[in-house]
């Protein structure tokens, strides 16, 4: 995995970049890094006004948001005799019953019914 860039290298490019001391061209062969990746660092100031290294999360993303989460727990809590269907239903979520079982296991419920 390829390490970040510190942040104090990420300001002194960027400050050279504002002081007009050279293009992004010139000055990724004055600080040793990519033209490219100053650029990338000029977006990344714009559009967020941060230049901190962005958090890298690998795997997909989660489908259920954290509000669908809570109230998949509450309901599940709330009427444990319901199945993942009728969950799916009461819940409005529009996700498999797998995605329902896998948050539910997660939050610690058990599947096993008793006779």
């Known amino acids: 995995m390829a390490r970040t860039y510190p942040i104090e290298l990420r300001e002194k ?5 504002d002081e007009g001391r050279g293009s992004s061209r010139q000055l990724a062969g004055l600080f040793h890094v990519s033209g490219a990746w100053i650029r990338k660092l000029l977006r990344q100031r714009r559009q967020t006004g941060s230049v901190a290294p962005i958090e890298y999360r690998p795997g997909r993303k989660p489908k259920l948001t ?17 199945t993942l269907a009728e969950l ?5 979520l529009g996700c498999s019953l ?3 079982w896998r948050e539910l296991k997660k939050a610690g419920f058990t599947f096993k019914r008793s006779p």
């Open 66 to 82: 954290d509000r669908q989460r809570n109230r998949l727990i509450t309901l599940a809590g709330d009427q444990p005799d319901l």
């Open 13 to 17: 490019v960027l400050q050279a970049y």
């Open 98 to 100: 797998v995605t329902i």
């Open 88 to 92: 799916r239903r009461k819940t409005r």
